[in-house]
């Protein structure tokens, strides 16, 4: 049913669709106009600003919910309001408490409002994913015989594209955050990995690739994760139209049934998935976050004859 308009491809529901310049663009008079060799204008250019107009409206609407009313309201008015914001203030609350201040500590405030906004944009744009707009547009070309038509749809995030631009900000963000935390000069003696500067020959180039791999890591793994969810329930409802086509509709729902049932599983699996991605990226890049923070200098540890002697700060010698 999902690859039945798109054709027997498993990847045609995850492929982003050309609808300004480039190859094939629903706007035909459009083919061949591209920037730096891209298109103008894409479906998924177009889902991304859908998921940000979510994020802006549900996070807007829960806000309210959440706020605090008048006095008038007596106690009440520190409960929130409806499943939508209490579902968001607990999402947020385990994210800031568990997960972002551990790790930032005073630095938790400053980069609470990235991090936020980069787990819901991701996981809207997973959960989208999982909505079957592409379908609903499929059938509706069917009407002009272009069983490809949609302009809006599809996993975003399992687009390198826009988990690289998501990683692009990150590392900004965390480079920028180690040269305001230790300076300049921290932030190079960090590039040596505590080795003595003798060692930076070794040390600089292998930190140095170290600096992009971490991004580049993160965009990897979330596009890699969705990427294959997709393909995985593309796959799975392909199996009932090719046993049709091969050998009839009643054997086929043999294969049917059970490929369907199964591809609703994995369905709730990727939703879950969709939860775990964006937590993952967000909790790396706080991590890495972390790593390039100045840490304050502890105190030397006594040695066990001082104790003894008391010169503990603070005490006077023990006298015999």
């Known amino acids: 049913m999902k690859l039945l308009a798109a054709g027997i491809n498993p990847l045609a529901h995850a492929k982003d669709i050309n609808i300004i310049g480039g ?190 791999v971490k991004p580049a890591a993160l965009a990897i793994r979330l596009f890699a994760n969705m990427l294959a969810g997709a393909t995985l329930i593309g796959t799975l409802m392909l199996f009932g139209m090719m046993a049709a086509e091969g050998v009839g509709i009643v054997t086929a729902l043999g294969v049917t049934i059970p490929s369907i049932a199964f591809a609703l599983f994995v369905m709730v699996l990727k939703l879950f998935v969709s939860f775990l991605q964006a937590f993952i990226f967000v909790f790396l890049t706080t991590v890495f976050i972390s790593q390039l923070s100045h840490h304050e200098e502890h105190e030397p540890e006594l040695e066990d004859e001082e104790v003894v002697e008391g010169k503990m700060p603070g005490m006077e010698p023990v006298r015999p």
């Open 23 to 212: 190859d094939g663009p629903i706007i035909s008079a459009t083919e061949g106009w591209t920037i730096l060799g891209s298109p103008l204008l894409t479906m998924h250019m177009l889902t991304m600003l859908l998921v940000a107009g979510l994020v802006i409206w549900v996070m807007h609407t829960a806000a309210k919910t959440i706020a605090t009313g008048s006095e008038s309201e007596g106690n009440e008015r520190y409960i929130t309001q409806g499943r939508v914001g209490q579902f968001i203030e607990v999402i947020v609350l385990f994210l800031r408490d568990k997960t972002f201040e551990p790790l930032l500590g005073e630095n938790t405030n400053r980069y609470l409002p990235f991090l936020l906004t980069a787990f819901f944009f991701i996981l809207f744009g997973n959960i989208l994913g999982l909505v079957p707009l592409l379908d609903l547009q499929h059938w509706l070309g069917m009407a002009w015989d272009d069983p490809h038509f949609a302009i809006v749809g599809g996993t975003i995030t399992g687009n390198l594209a826009t988990t690289t631009g998501l990683a692009i900000i990150a590392f900004f963000i965390i480079q920028a955050h180690g040269i305001k935390s230790l300076g300049f000069k921290g932030w190079a003696e960090h590039l040596l990995g505590g080795a003595p500067a003798w060692l930076a020959p070794i040390m600089l180039p292998v930190e140095l690739v170290g600096m992009f």
